[in-house]
């Protein structure tokens, strides 16, 4: 036995880490290349940012000018005012809520089925997933407001072109999210359900359906307090809503009526976040029981 075991565990450690240098070249003595990447990634993007400010026209004194501006703006929106049309504006946001209401519920509706196709445990053909997969990319790539402005020129302006906005951009997402849950479900039911002498069918109704389904409610709330939002926005183009009045306070610089709608919005989007958490937690904790 060694007089000194601190002398003898650092000599240990000092021959592990020799050790560990002689299996691992590549990390404790890297190329030049491998050294110059980091640097090199940080420069290139140091650059890009630098040159992306330059070719947007960005310039601190534009910033300092708008500040200077936004302030005044600031100070004519208060206090709040509605002026005579206030009943006309909460009309107008009971209609936005009623469009991001019916719109996600047809979105997640629709979806359903096409999560069902788009699941692997479902539908186990990989080239028939892989296409119907990016079919479904298609509905996500395409924005709220593209989808509004294009069923504005297909069924005329109003909340039905909303609507079908909000519902063909919900539809892929709610489908890549639906698709991914019941890939994750317990197939322990499903066979349960196929030995007592169901077909896939009712694998699926009896099987699957049961444990997914609170999760699809919760994320179809969980958009329709997201959707709210998205309906104010599209109602600036003309896919009815409140989004139409706060266009139009804005251009004719009627800022206490910008600065009312604006607190009917948050107030609208904090009551249905507050509604829609509570609803969430408490179908996440019957789930769970």
């Given at each position: 036995?060694?007089?000194?075991?601190?002398?003898?565990?650092?000599?240990?450690?000092?021959?592990?880490?020799?050790?560990?240098?002689?299996?691992?070249?590549?990390?404790?003595?890297?190329?030049?290349?491998?050294?110059?990447?980091?640097?090199?990634?940080?420069?290139?993007?140091?650059?890009?940012?630098?040159?992306?400010?330059?070719?947007?026209?960005?310039?601190?004194?534009?910033?300092?000018?708008?500040?200077?501006?936004?302030?005044?703006?600031?100070?004519?929106?208060?206090?709040?005012?509605?002026?005579?049309?206030?009943?006309?504006?909460?009309?107008?946001?009971?209609?936005?809520?009623?469009?991001?209401?019916?719109?996600?519920?047809?979105?997640?509706?629709?979806?359903?089925?096409?999560?069902?196709?788009?699941?692997?445990?479902?539908?186990?053909?990989?080239?028939?997933?892989?296409?119907?997969?990016?079919?479904?990319?298609?509905?996500?790539?395409?924005?709220?407001?593209?989808?509004?402005?294009?069923?504005?020129?297909?069924?005329?302006?109003?909340?039905?072109?909303?609507?079908?906005?909000?519902?063909?951009?919900?539809?892929?997402?709610?489908?890549?999210?639906?698709?991914?849950?019941?890939?994750?479900?317990?197939?322990?039911?499903?066979?349960?359900?196929?030995?007592?002498?169901?077909?896939?069918?009712?694998?699926?109704?009896f099987g699957i359906l049961p444990q997914v389904l609170p999760i699809m409610i919760s994320q179809?709330?969980?958009?329709?307090?997201?959707?709210?939002?998205?309906?104010?926005?599209?109602?600036?183009?003309?896919?009815?809503?409140?989004?139409?009045?706060?266009?139009?306070?804005?251009?004719?610089?009627?800022?206490?009526?910008?600065?009312?709608?604006?607190?009917?919005?948050?107030?609208?989007?904090?009551?249905?976040?507050?509604?829609?958490?509570?609803?969430?937690?408490?179908?996440?904790?019957?789930?769970?029981?």
């Amino acid at each position: 036995m060694t007089d000194n075991p601190g002398a003898a565990l650092r000599h240990a450690a000092l021959a592990d880490a020799a050790a560990m240098v002689i299996r691992h070249p590549a990390v404790f003595r890297p190329k030049l290349a491998d050294r110059l990447l980091g640097p090199a990634v940080v420069a290139l993007l140091m650059g890009l940012f630098a040159y992306s400010l330059v070719a947007l026209g960005f310039t601190f004194e534009r910033i300092w000018n708008g500040v200077g501006r936004l302030g005044t703006i600031v100070v004519h929106m208060l206090p709040p005012d509605a002026g005579r049309f206030f009943w006309i504006y909460l009309d107008a946001l009971g209609e936005t809520v009623a469009i991001a209401l019916l719109g996600t519920l047809l979105g997640a509706v629709i979806a359903v089925p096409l999560a069902l196709l788009a699941a692997k445990n479902i539908v186990p053909n990989r080239l028939f997933h892989f296409g119907w997969r990016r079919g479904l990319d298609f509905f996500r790539a395409i924005d709220v407001l593209i989808w509004a402005l294009i069923w504005i020129n297909v069924v005329g302006l109003g909340p039905f072109a909303g609507i079908l906005a909000i519902a063909m951009s919900d539809i892929g997402g709610f489908a890549k999210l639906f698709s991914e849950a019941i890939e994750a479900a317990d197939r322990k039911p499903i066979e349960g359900v196929v030995a007592a002498g169901g077909g896939a069918p009712h694998g699926i109704r009896f099987g699957i359906l049961p444990q997914v389904l609170p999760i699809m409610i919760s994320q179809v709330l969980y958009y329709i307090e997201s959707n709210t939002r998205s309906a104010t926005i599209i109602g600036i183009v003309g896919a009815g809503g409140i989004g139409l009045h706060l266009s139009d306070t804005i251009r004719v610089n009627e800022w206490q009526n910008v600065s009312f709608l604006i607190v009917m919005i948050l107030v609208t989007v904090a009551l249905i976040d507050a509604i829609s958490t509570r609803l969430r937690f408490a179908i996440i904790g019957r789930r769970g029981t």
